[in-house]
């Protein structure tokens, strides 16, 4: 029986992790901690919420007490550490809160978790802490070649060396104490319970609105999309047999550019929801501020080392996601209530 602390389960990602092992296995528990920010949603877990194996505490992963708190009334075995603040153009805006929840959260856990682990001459058998991390902070590539493990870090926005500062505390933890650490990086990632302020949800959203689809700069940016079941999958198996002090890199091989995803959620909803929406509601806006051009990851290592594979490709992966989108229109419309509307009403102005 393994426990397991997961932060920011209440988000995308972490919602759809808490979904894939709890279904997956039957033998473990698992504690979500999240401080339910305005990307944090209870809704994502209510199919878990009585489930005996699941349990929720709203709280900060910079809340030092409360954290320690948790390592003491429980023996937890695995960390996977979701939360985050995770909008690059949020963190144009407001860098500081990345810095705080994105760097020193992740030391108030790394050092709960050290402190709880620690044995004479070591740590204690079976524990892991998994730092979820993202392929942004190796910077932006050209027209050819890939993210290695080796690539060196380049972060270019708030965000992003946010998320690096944090990688180099985590390595630093297990270089220094030889602390249990993995570090993974993926690509972006799509799925339900997407908070609609990322690409793909915001696309679907506006669509059904008919509101304008803005493409920053020439649209030719490129992502490498990856269905969030498959990046669920992969922390599954470093967390099982990831060699301790290692990064290993999470991506399907399914680089697209913006302006390819933007077509694809209008042909999807113009052939099969409402012919009024077509590319006539694209609008190029001014490019985001240190936009990279490229992310591309060669996922060698991971299916190499521990025979990861990405079961969902792109084409079937969209389709699916814009359905569960279609079918779930009252989430979309209470978590794009509010303060989501004011924000975007304010930004649209700006651009
Ligand atoms: P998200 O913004 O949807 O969710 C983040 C969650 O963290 C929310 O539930 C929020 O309430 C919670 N949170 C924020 N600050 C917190 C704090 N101080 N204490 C506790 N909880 C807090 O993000 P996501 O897209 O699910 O990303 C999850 C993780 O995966 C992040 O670390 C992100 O960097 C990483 N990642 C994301 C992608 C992607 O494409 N979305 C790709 C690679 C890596
Ligand atoms: P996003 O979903 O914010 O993810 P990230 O910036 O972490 O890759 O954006 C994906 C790409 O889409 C990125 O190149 C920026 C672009 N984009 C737009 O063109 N318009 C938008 O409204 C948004 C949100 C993103």
Redesign the pocket.
Known sequence: MKTYLVTGGAGFIGSNFVHYMLKKYNDISLINIDKLTYAGNLENLKAVENDPRYMFVQGDICDKALVEKLFKDHDIDFVVNFAAES???RSIREPEVFVNTNVLGTVTLLNAAKNAWEIKDGFKEGKKYLQVSTD?VYGSLGETGYFRETTPIDPHSPYSSSKAGADLVVKAYFDTYKFPINITRCS?NYGPYQFP???IP?LINNCLNKKLL???GD?L?I?DWLYVEDHCKAIDMVINGGRFGEVYNVGGHNERT?IHIVKTVIDYINKNVDSAVTENLIKYVED?KG?DRRYGIDPTKIREELGWEPETDYEAGIVKTIKWYLGNKEWMDRVTSGEYTKYYEKMYEAK
Do not use: A, F, M, T
């Open positions: 909008h690059v153009d942004e972006n302020e990322k690409l915001l803005p493409i920053y649209g940016n992502r913006n985001r936009h």
